[in-house]
């Protein structure tokens, strides 16, 4: 009889599982190279998972989770036979910290990137200590963008949602204030899903075209702000940002010392009627005219370029 209690106990106990976030532990921009520490570019892989030949038909691709799968990825992850943890998609940046990236990241799979010491509105022990003062930092190092958020997929319904909150944002010109330009295209960020910024600053990035900080690229793409001090970026047009459709939503953001070159008709936001799609079948997805843009509550101070066309 007491065997078969601490049988029971023993099975209560394993199948009680629990959800842990995925902890950055170094700053070194590493992938798959150290397994003793797990950096931001291994922790966004180990959400992406990977794509492999299909075992069965290897003229096939599929999908292979790495989130929740044995091995991990890096140093990120992983559990034991009996572990009962289970990883969800949130990665946690220890607050004070700055990440150097070699090279732009991709995102292909719905994720949150945070601190891991989030406050109530994202400023210091004052609002004299400003936006983002005890924010990790994410700087780019070279001339490229920090994130290419796109799961490749052609169906406008297939949409991921990229949540960065309480993270700044910091472009090659923070490293290297005489570089021309970081990227073509969206010198900080270039966006094919769905991306909410949240009480940060994004801050240094240059395109040689469109978005200065931000490009979004299709019209099923979308941005939100939300408390977000956007500043010192520059682009031919969209000097803070760009959009192929207007599908935006931002509140209480500041935006100062965005700038498109001298003598251009440039503005700060660049909204365009939208770029011609095509369905999973080739059929042309009519364009999006509509205006669905709503800035408020938001400040535009001593920027060299007019706000919105």
Avoid: W
């Avoid at 292979?64 to 572990?83: F, H, Q, W």
Wanted: charged share 20%; proline share 3%.
């Amino acid at each position: 009889m007491l065997k078969r209690t601490i049988s029971l106990s023993l099975l209560c106990m394993a199948s009680h599982a629990y959800s842990a976030n995925i902890i950055v532990t170094t700053t070194a921009d590493e992938d798959g190279t150290n397994p003793n520490a797990c950096s931001l570019r291994e922790a966004i892989q180990l959400i992406n998972g990977e794509t492999i030949r299909d075992p069965n038909d290897p003229s096939k691709e599929i999908y292979k989770d790495l989130l929740n799968s044995t091995a991990g990825y890096g140093g990120c992850g992983g559990k034991d036979a009996v572990s009962d943890v289970f990883y969800s998609a949130i990665i946690d940046l220890p607050f004070g910290k700055t990440y150097l990236l070699d090279s732009e990241i991709k995102i292909r799979r719905s994720l949150t990137l945070r601190s891991d010491n989030l406050s109530s509105d994202g400023f210091g022990s004052s609002r004299r200590d400003g936006l983002g003062v005890n924010n990790p930092v994410i700087r780019a190092v070279g001339r490229h963008r920090l994130f290419d958020i796109d799961d490749d997929s052609l169906e406008a319904s297939s949409v991921q949602s990229v949540i960065i909150q309480q993270v700044n944002l910091e472009g090659c010109a923070v490293t290297d204030p005489s570089v021309a330009f970081c990227e073509t295209n969206g010198g900080i960020i270039s966006n094919n899903e769905s991306l909410l910024l949240s009480t940060l600053r994004v801050k240094g990035g240059r395109a040689d075209q469109l978005g200065g900080a931000v490009y979004s690229t299709t019209p099923q793409s979308n941005v939100t702000l939300t408390i977000v001090d956007m500043q010192d970026n520059f682009a031919t047009n969209g000097a803070a940002l760009s959009f192929e459709r207007p599908n935006f939503n931002i509140g209480g953001s500041y935006f100062s010392k965005n700038n498109v070159p001298a003598g251009s008709s440039g503005v700060a936001i660049h909204v365009r009627e939208g770029v011609q799609q095509t369905n999973s079948s080739g059929e042309l997805v009519p364009l999006v005219t509509t205006r669905t843009g709503l800035i408020a509550d938001s400040t535009f101070y001593k920027n060299d370029a007019a706000v919105i066309d």
